[in-house]
Structures are given as C-alpha cells and as structure tokens.
C-alpha cells in the first residue's frame, strides 16, 4: 500500500484547498540561515530506504534527504538533478551526463558506478518496490566515471520520470554495504541531499541537520528537521497553534476555513496529481465477484463524501488520472452522482464485506458515511480499525476485503497506474488482472507520441473504471500549511515538501 507510489502515501484524505495562488513559492525578504523546523507526518514512517519504500510520508523525508537523478519544476517538466545532460534520441539507449563533484553525506563520491549499483540494486533487491519502475532497464553501462548508459529492453517513454522519484535516488554503496541489515532503518551517510539522517526514534521523531558540502552553494538555509509523526488530524492542528509544529502535511478540511483566517499562519494551494478512494481485493472474495465490485462502486455518492467529509475541497474524482494530467479524460463518469448510485439497488446484493481504515478521525468518518450509503443498496460494511503499520502491511500480503488507501500521484500517467494495475504491479495490492489493461499500459510506455500514449491511458482507464478494482472518490490539493515564519516555500502538485530553500524568520 503505498502511498505510494508509492506508494504511496497517506491514508488520510488530503485535506487542503481554498483560492487559487498566483505563486508557487512564498518568499518576502532576504533569506537567513540558521533555526529548525518540526514537520508533521499524518503516519508513522515504515522504512527509510527508497528501494523498500511505498508510504507518501517517506517519500516526504526522501527528498530532503537524498538526491534523484532528474527534478522537476512546479509545472512538472523534467529538469536536471545529478544527471545535468541526457541523450535519448536512440529509444533503447539512455545517455546520462551525470553532475560532477558531487559528495555523499559520508564522502563517498558520486559517480557512474554509484548510479549503476542503485539501479541494479532497485531492479534486485529481494525486498525492492521499484521493479516495476526498472521494468524496462536490461543492463547499466559505466561508460566513464561521468557517463552512464542505459540498455532498455524495449523503448519506455516513462523513464525519466520515474527516475525523479525513489527509483532515481541514489544512495553512497559504502553506506549501504555499512548499514547491512539495518540500513533501511539507520541510513547513516546515505545521501547527498540538502539535509543529512541523524536519528530516528520510531513513534517519537525523526531528525535530519543541514549538510554543510551540499552541491547547490548556500543551500540549505535551515539548521536541521524534525518530523513527528501524528496521527490525528485534530492533534496536528493543535501543535500547530501551540507552535511545536511549524509544518503539517495535512489538517481536517474543517479546519481549512479557520486557519486561512489566522495571520499567524500560511495555507495556499495548488492542485495535486493523486487519487483518493479505497481498494477492492479482485483476487479473493467477495470481491473476485467482478458485479459485486460494480455494486460497491455504483452506490457510493461521491459528491456527499466530498461536500461532507471534504468540506468541498478539491474535486469529484472518477478515476486514477487527476485534472492537472495531460492524460486527463473529463468525459469519464462511469460511476458520477447520486442517481448512479441509486442503481447500486438493482446490482448484487445481499453481501457482506470488511473495509479496513485507521482510527484518523477523518478516516473513521469516512467509513461511516460509506456503511450508511451502502446499507442503502442492500450492502454490509464492516469496518475494521488498525493502527498504519499494520494496516499497510497486510494490504501489501492482500489481507483485506476493502481498504482505504490513497495515493499521492506521478509526474506521468504511467505512475497512476502501471505499478497499480498491470498485472504484478509492485502497488497491485487488489491483486488485479485484465489483459486489455496490459497491452495498453505496455504500448503507452513504448511511444514517445504524445497523442497515442493519451489514447492508450484513457482506453485503460475507462476499463479499470468499468472493472471497479479502486473505487476512486475525489482528487485532492497539494498545501502549504505553516507558521508564517515560514518564508521561501514553494508548492509541488506531488504533495512532496521540499526544504532546501525554506527560511525561518
């Protein structure tokens, strides 16, 4: 469950929105150096290695914490990261110039040989969630100790961005060959980031200082992070009044109005690139039964849990493709508005499922507002009450029914969808399996035609949609929700809070 992708990704409905911004980065004055600042997480963190990653909130750490081999800007085109020139006129063979002079927070220098060994490493790893992402990787050729090429199996139009997230992070070898089985909690000297791993306490905090060889000169302005895991939204925006937070992920949509109302506080907004919804298990009962999935997906009225739950924040979501997507298809509603989900009546009845959630008070929500819209069509929602880690890994064994699970999106299409629904996906928890869906997920990432890849997306979507193995409810807002000492922020649509030129004063 990842959530990610990864995913993953947080559990919690992304509670933010508002007005529009005119402006992804707030800044006023010179920034300073110097001070720290505690970020909230909606969850726990599970592990702190990307291969092994699939949780939104370690992504979140990830990005201050190690380098990818590509960025993006807020438009989210690719642009440079470690690999500053890159030659892909030959579809199946990748040319990277990779940045020079670049150090390790334990001195290990970067270089060719590193970035074959991640990639190797993400492609092998017994425990790797990226083998989805490196699908199309055959072999990694250090052609010199600045140049990398890439042999692809066949053409892949995804590659670069997928190497902007966790599959393209690379970590010193010494690092990882020092840490040995506790590496993926007690990543000392792994990165190259702007911030460097110092501790973490699990269920209490994490902490990251400021990497003085970081290099991009003078960045970054802040001392050190900490991130505190808490998991009641009620609780985050506490700590947030009180000061012993100057940075949430996320708060209850309730609250939006109220803190936007506060001088003491920032909230701006952009639109985000996840979906959020819940997953059906396709691979055991009840939900092998393809009819009783339809049901389940027709019944819910979607824009009551987003009048009601979201306070109208963000948008009615049908499917895995969100509004800022190149991909997105406006005409899809397969399952739109309260008179389809009078239909689920006329659908299979009578059946009994658990839905799985955690005690989140928005989430517990949520599921009540489900139960009743369900009994309705003749349909009994149990619900079930873990705490996150739990709940995440038995998604990821397929030890669920229903279960209430996010996902904080990718730069390309294929990200909200390949890992999720081509059969053996790395994020294919549902246990889902539609061949059509393969060959149009397969034939979209060997074209770099824009045009045909757009076809190929919303072909598969429409089928995914139909088949009902997600039942998608609403797309989200990616948030700034901070102190107003926070200067120099500037708003992705991945959600992922990048610290690098943040400044406290």
Known sequence: MRRVAVLVCALTLVAACGGSTNSNTNSSGTPKKGGTVTVALENELRVLDPAESSLLVEREVFYNLYDSLFTIDTSLKIQAGLVTKWDTSDP????????????????????????????????????????SDLASVDTVEVKDPQTVILHLKKPDATLLATLVDRAGMMLSPAAVQKGAKDFDVNPIGAGSG????????????????????????????????????????????????????????????????????????????????????FELNSGAPPFN?????????????????????????????FGPIPPPSWAYDPGLKVYSDKAEADKAKGLATGFAFTYKTTSDPVNLQLAQLLQGELTKAGITMNVTQEDFATLVQECQLHKFEACNTNWSGRIDPDGNLYAWWHTGGDNNDGQYSNSQVDSFLDDARATTDQSKRKSDYQQAQKLIVADAPYVFVTFGVSAQISSNKIHGFTLYPDLMIRLAEVWKG
Do not use: C, M
């Open 92 to 131: 199946k063979n990748y040319v990277f110039n990779l940045r020079q002079n670049v150090k390790f927070h334990d001195g290990t220098a970067f270089d060719a040989s590193v970035v074959k060994f991640n990639l190797e490493r993400g492609k092998t790893l017994a425990t790797s969630r990226r083998k």
């Open 194 to 277: 702007p911030f460097q791993f110092v501790e973490w306490k699990r269920n209490d905090h994490l902490t990251l200082k400021r990497f003085d060889g970081y290099w991009k000169s003078g960045q970054p302005y802040l001392d050190g992070v900490t991130y505190k895991a808490i998991p009641d939204v009620n609780a985050i925006l506490s700590a947030l009044k009180t000061g012993d937070v100057d940075i949430a992920r996320t708060i209850a949509a309730k609250d939006v109005a109220g803190l936007q109302a506060d001088s003491n506080f920032i909230y701006r907004q952009v639109p985000a690139i996840g979906f959020n919804g």
């Open 289 to 317: 039964d393809p009819a009783k999935r339809k049901a389940i997906a027709t019944a819910i009225d979607r824009s009551a849990i987003l009048k009601n739950i979201q306070f109208n924040i963000g948008v009615v979501g």
